[in-house]
């Protein structure tokens, strides 16, 4: 399946227009050796975030994306391609680079023999803030996030969502223009994920430019203006969740049944208001197909199964997951691979 240039694609988001882009990558490259031949974590990337906004990277593991976040932020270099921040080239002035961004990865980056304050002013003399701010800094964000009661105790009792919520506190204490956030919310609970999303909001409303990535279409719903697809290290489509998500049909209506002989009927209902293929479960009975009009389609599936005596132990709308947005622009389930490569060979 093929689709237009990113400067020409139907799905561009409109807001890619109104700012120029202060992260600009194209023909990003990364190769790696392997036993079976060359493994590109990057192939070609081309990434526009503007001013202000946010820019969610959206692929399962092995797609690209934190090999693209690295070199973004001059943890690696690529073999081909170019990359600014704001004015400053990634290969040619890192340091510069690094004084205006703020990075957190996949993995907690803190001191567990320290306390969760310390961690933070350590962070703060590393950008050369002088000793009094960096102590201020340290407390707002703990306060910020939700930290004041365990910023005093070592870090090593903490949880690992507290772990989390600190790390993402010492990609902040610079107060910089450029965000890079590499799955954020891994190991946070779901209270803790939102009041993340609400601090996410709050730094992009404020002027901070975030370039996120992120396996969850959730994620990308609540936080991106703009999301590019990565599958084989290079953008497959690009465009605000809905306008992917409508690609594939908006809703999904899924059933269960109680007897797996009835799925030969269930199927042929499906088909009848579904506007795509009807997927069947490995156990046979859980059926679902992609549906332009998610409520109407439900109502109609329900009478007609409900007609031809079908009892069903469940039945409902979903919106699409990850895998059915890949599923439909790749012809295979997300798979994971290049970025293990990526862990093993980083330079």
């Known amino acids: 399946m093929s689709f237009p240039p990113n400067n020409s694609s139907p799905l561009n988001p409109v807001s890619e227009g109104r700012r120029d882009p202060l992260i600009q990558a194209r023909g990003l490259t990364k190769v790696y050796k392997s036993k079976s031949g060359p493994v590109y974590a990057l192939n070609g990337l081309d990434i526009a ?15 690209g994306k934190t090999t693209a976040v690295k070199v973004l932020t001059t943890l690696i270099k690529p073999d081909a391609g170019t990359a600014v921040i704001d004015r400053f080239d990634v290969l040619q002035r890192p340091k510069d680079v690094r004084r205006i961004i ?3 990865g996949q993995y907690s ?13 350590m962070v703060g003399r590393l950008y050369h803030l002088p000793a009094p701010a960096a102590r201020r800094r340290a407390a707002e964000l703990i306060e910020q996030f939700d930290l004041a009661d365990a910023g005093n105790r070592p870090v090593k009792g903490y949880s690992g969502g507290m772990r989390r919520r600190l790390d993402l506190a010492g ?7 450029v965000l890079f ?13 939102l009041a993340l999303w609400d601090v996410i909001k709050s730094l992009v409303a404020a002027g901070t430019t975030l370039l996120l990535t992120t396996q969850y279409l959730e994620e990308a719903d609540q936080l991106a203006d703009s999301v590019a697809v990565i599958d084989g290290g290079k953008v497959i489509a690009e465009g605000t969740s809905d306008q992917l ?9 899924a059933v269960a049944l109680v007897e797996g002989f009835d799925a030969g009927v269930a199927r042929d209902v499906l088909a009848r208001y579904g506007s795509g293929e009807v997927q069947t479960a490995s156990d046979g009975r859980s059926l679902e197909v992609a549906v332009t009009e ?8 329900l009478a007609d199964l409900a007609a031809a005596g079908i009892e069903l132990h469940d039945a409902g709308i979903r919106r699409p997951t990850l895998d059915d947005v890949f599923l439909k622009l790749t012809g ?15 330079q």
């Not at 990609?171 to 223009?177: F, G, Q, S």
């Not at 956030?181 to 994920?193: A, I, K, M």
């Not at 998610?294 to 599936?301: E, F, K, N, R, T």
């Open 49 to 63: 975030v503007p001013q202000g906004t946010v820019k969610a990277l959206l692929g399962p593991n092995g797609a």
């Open 102 to 104: 703020g990075v957190s």
């Open 109 to 121: 980056a803190v001191d567990e023999n320290l306390t969760g304050i310390e961690n933070l002013r």
């Open 171 to 177: 990609a902040l204490v610079n107060e910089p223009r």
């Open 181 to 193: 956030l590499d799955e954020p919310t891994t190991g946070l609970d779901p209270r803790s994920r």
């Open 245 to 253: 998500k409508a690609m594939i049909g908006g809703h999904r209506v």
């Open 294 to 301: 998610g409520p109407s389609a439900l109502q109609h599936v």
């Open 332 to 346: 295979h389930m997300a798979e994971a691979g290049q970025e293990k490569a990526d862990a093993g060979s980083a």
